[in-house]
């Protein structure tokens, strides 16, 4: 496969085209494990957990979206790389998908879609709901003024009542995720005002323990919308493994 070899973290990193879109793949030192965690957007962004999971053993990986905005398209791109790893790489064919921010986004309306190919969730100050953000609708602060909204009409060919008439946000999925009792680490800050806890993540936190299903959550208090992870990753990398 032709591709092009860079140093990441002090990692091997393969650069490549899959259906015409920018991929990377990261290998561990020495043996892989065979797990695979796939950051949904922003890749490089906050990677401590990416590293941790490399010195594990596993393989990271990240496909280029069209939009940040978890649409079908993208989501039935990275199904189709899932299963290209899996046969090119003998990697898992279910992965570990890390979201951050509008990753998260598009991590829930993949896990939605595709319950079967994943193994474990990791949400960190996710957007759930698009009348929070980027709209700003309620305690947070609108996405870039009108650039937000001009992102979403791109992505979604929404007008302004279409929009007020959606039903498909990633709130409305949570239980999907439920009903597949997919493990999900959800980290936020409650001082976001970009993603606002109480309008995004809190409604999944609260279905999940209300049916005692596997969550490890951590907010973190003053915390704005950046930095995103924990200083100490091992916890997270732990409960990720446990379900890999």
Avoid at 36 to 42: C, H, L, T
Wanted: hydrophobic share 40%.
């Amino acid at each position: 496969m032709e591709h092009t070899v860079s140093d990441w973290l002090g990692f091997e990193r393969w650069g490549f085209r899959f259906e015409e879109r920018d991929a990377l793949l990261v290998f561990p030192h020495g043996e892989k494990n065979g797990h695979v965690a796939v950051k949904m957007e922003y890749f490089g962004a906050f990677p401590n957990l990416e590293e941790e999971l490399l010195r594990r053993g596993w393989c990271i990986a990240y496909l280029s979206n069209i939009n940040r905005w978890g649409t079908d398209a993208d989501s039935d791109a990275k199904a189709r790389f899932l299963s290209f790893l899996q046969s090119e790489f003998g990697l898992d064919g279910r992965a570990a998908l890390v979201g951050m921010s509008c990753g998260g986004l598009c991590s829930v309306n993949f896990a939605a879609k595709y319950p079967a190919l994943v193994s474990v969730l990791y949400l960190d100050a996710p957007v759930m709901n698009l009348y929070s953000c980027p709209m700003g609708f309620g305690e947070g602060d609108p996405l870039g003024g009108e650039r937000g909204w001009e992102e979403l009409v791109d992505a979604y060919g929404f007008t302004r009542a279409s929009f007020l008439l959606y039903r498909e946000h990633p709130v409305d999925k949570i239980g999907i995720l439920a009903e597949h009792k997919i493990p999900v680490a959800l980290i936020y800050g409650d001082a976001d005002r970009v993603v606002p806890y109480p309008e995004n993540g809190a409604p999944l936190e609260a279905l999940y323990r209300s049916f005692s299903l596997p969550l490890f959550c951590v907010g973190k208090p003053g915390c704005g919308h950046h930095p995103h992870g924990l200083e100490d990753p091992t916890p997270l990398a732990d409960f990720i493994e446990k379900y890999a």
